[in-house]
Structures are given as structure tokens and as C-alpha cells.
């Protein structure tokens, strides 16, 4: 609330004040949503077990976006 005649804060649809983080079972709900309508995988890097498909699957990613800044330089 803000007090008679002060100015009202600005409004953004970008506004992340109004609700809290997003929790885990959150993101997997989005990953499986993105999954079933539009065919896109998004899998968390460090829970790929598989040595050789982590490394396939983080080789393809620097190669299309480029490396990562920041993180781990190793999955695990």
C-alpha cells in the first residue's frame, strides 16, 4: 500500500517480488511440459550418470551456445 498521494511503484510483468523461487518439482513440471509441446529436453548436466552421454550432450551444447560462464567446468 502506499500512502495518499504517493507515487505507485512501477509495474512489470518481469516483477519477480510476487512469488517465491521456483521449487524443484516446479521445474519439472516446465521440463516436462517443454518436453510434450514442443519436443525440447531439458536435463540438469550433473544428473546425466552416463560419462560418455554427459560429455556428448555438454559438447553439443558449447558447440551450438559456446561455453558456460560460470558453474562447474565439470558436471560432477
Given at each position: 500500500?502506499s500512502?495518499?498521494?504517493?507515487?505507485?511503484?512501477?509495474?512489470?510483468?518481469?516483477?519477480?517480488?510476487?512469488?517465491?523461487?521456483?521449487?524443484?518439482?516446479?521445474?519439472?513440471a516446465?521440463?516436462a511440459?517443454?518436453?510434450?509441446?514442443?519436443?525440447?529436453?531439458?536435463?540438469?548436466?550433473?544428473?546425466?550418470?552416463?560419462?560418455?552421454?554427459?560429455?556428448?550432450?555438454?559438447?553439443?551444447?558449447?558447440?551450438?551456445?559456446?561455453?558456460?560462464?560460470?558453474?562447474?567446468?565439470?558436471?560432477?
Open positions: 500500500m500512502m495518499h498521494g504517493a507515487p505507485l511503484p512501477p509495474r512489470s510483468c518481469l516483477d519477480r517480488g510476487t512469488r517465491g523461487p521456483t521449487n524443484e518439482n516446479e521445474m519439472n516446465m521440463r511440459a517443454t518436453w510434450h509441446c514442443h519436443g525440447i529436453v531439458a536435463l540438469p548436466v550433473a544428473e546425466i550418470t552416463d560419462d560418455w552421454l554427459r560429455q556428448a550432450i555438454t559438447n553439443e551444447a558449447n558447440r551450438r551456445w559456446g561455453r558456460r560462464n560460470g558453474g562447474n567446468s565439470h558436471a560432477r
